[in-house]
């Protein structure tokens, strides 16, 4: 099959039916995509809206110069096209939910039977003057504090983590690495969370899991800290005057894109209920970041894509049977400079069930865990370096 390397850049070239309309070009959209592939090819039209020809592994693109280059930056519109789905080359401006019909940013058209939204969040700047992490418009300085920190030119840095951020394992992570990643006994790198412990929402044994980690390689951490306890670049220090900071990196606060015609919270993310439909609506379903659900992450995301994408399937008569919702499972996979940290916790009737272990706890070991995306993703970087 020839596929064009550059998307067609409106939506012109939609085909003329598509059944199912997946918005969105990242790790919940192509799980989406390949979910109704392997659930239903042949049997179902798919069109991928997505404004990127390329796909970036978030996980490890925020680390840049701190974690290998593990090439995962991929075409979109071939993986597409090996799932069995067309690929528009636009992104969603506004939608018609009782019309079923999608405008593109460049005045596009899609009419569809079935919607699934995987769009994403915006990472938001929340602490003034610092380096909002895996923020696009922040690479470039976080490249150059990498580097400051490497040469021992920045030896006293905070990570921040903001509150209203459930997703909170990338502080203890860039944390961890920064310090790694330091000439020895130069730095100190402090951790100042709004959390009351590391990985509050996982439960304890993750939380102490962590705590024990930092607490080994000399990462300091204060917890039930606002942001503007480093305002103006200062750490404060009790009955001490405050030590200027070199440097200061923060987590985003995830905001939601509150597109058109689609409902949504007042931060802008789209209501949705167990199996991932949008609340009140019949054939019209959202996943990962974009939804309102508190922990963004993309192990979660795709949980939530298989559980979308069956139940499209049962909505379109191409699958029998009620949709079961997930019970949802964290894992994590912390990179700390020496190696990972495995942690897997599930929510239960007696509360957190967590295992921590420095072997793999779910194979392939990737950051983000489970399903089709990970699996295909393991098998190219395997052939790239074979
Ligand atoms: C530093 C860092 C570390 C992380 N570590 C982990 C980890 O260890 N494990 C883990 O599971 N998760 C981790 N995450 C979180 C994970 O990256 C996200 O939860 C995941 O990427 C969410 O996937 P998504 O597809 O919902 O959103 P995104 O990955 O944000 O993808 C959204 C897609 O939608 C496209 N889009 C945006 N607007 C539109 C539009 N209007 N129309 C069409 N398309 C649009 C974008 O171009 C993009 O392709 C980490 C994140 C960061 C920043």
Do not use: N
């Not at 993750?206 to 942001?227: M, Q, W, Y």
């Not at 069956?310 to 994590?332: K, M, N, S």
């Not at 929510?347 to 489970?370: C, F, M, N, Q, Y």
């Amino acid at each position: 099959m020839t596929v064009p390397a550059v998307l067609p850049h409106d939506a012109a070239a939609a085909p003329a039916h598509t059944q199912v309309l997946v918005v969105g070009g990242g790790t919940a959209a192509l799980e989406v995509v390949m979910a109704l592939h392997e659930r239903a090819a042949g049997e179902v039209r798919v069109t991928l809206l997505a404004p990127d020809p390329h796909f970036r592994y978030r996980p490890l693109a925020a680390y840049a110069g701190l974690v290998p280059d593990t090439r995962q930056t991929v075409a979109v519109p071939p993986l597409a096209a090996e799932w069995g789905a067309s690929v528009v080359g636009d992104r969603l401006a506004s939608v018609d939910l009782d019309r079923r019909v999608a405008t593109t940013t460049h005045g596009g058209r899609i009419a569809y039977e079935a919607l699934v939204v995987a769009s994403g969040a915006a990472p938001e700047a929340a602490v003034p003057g610092a380096v909002t992490l895996g923020a696009p418009h922040d690479e470039p300085a976080f490249a150059a504090l990498v580097a400051r920190v490497r040469a021992g030119q920045a030896t006293r840095l905070a990570v921040v983590v903001p509150p209203g951020v459930a997703w909170t394992l990338p502080a203890y992570e860039v944390a961890l690495l920064l310090a790694h990643a330091a000439p020895p006994e130069t730095t100190l790198v402090t951790v100042l969370t709004a959390e009351d412990a590391p990985l509050q929402a996982f439960g304890d044994a993750a939380g102490d899991a962590v705590r024990s980690l930092l607490r080994r390689r000399g990462v300091e951490l204060r917890t039930s800290c606002p942001p503007e306890t480093v305002a103006g670049g200062t750490l404060p220090v009790p009955l001490g005057d405050p030590v200027p900071l070199d440097a200061v990196v923060a987590l985003a606060r995830p905001q939601g894109p509150a597109i058109p015609g689609l409902p949504h919270d007042r931060a802008g993310f789209v209501p949705v209920d167990v199996r991932g439909r949008i609340v009140g609506e019949d054939d019209a379903w959202a996943v990962g970041d974009v939804t309102d659900r508190p922990v963004k992450q993309g192990g979660l995301a795709v949980q939530q894509a298989d559980v979308a994408a069956a139940d499209v399937l049962r909505h379109l008569g191409l699958q029998d049977g009620e949709t079961a919702p997930a019970r949802p499972v964290v894992r994590a996979a912390l990179l700390d400079g020496q190696g990972t940290l495995y942690l897997r916790a599930e929510h239960g009737d007696d509360g957190w069930a967590t295992v921590v272990s420095r072997e793999p706890l779910w194979w392939p070991p990737t950051k983000i865990a489970g399903g089709r995306l990970a699996a295909y993703l393991a098998a190219r970087e395997t052939a790239l370096v074979d």
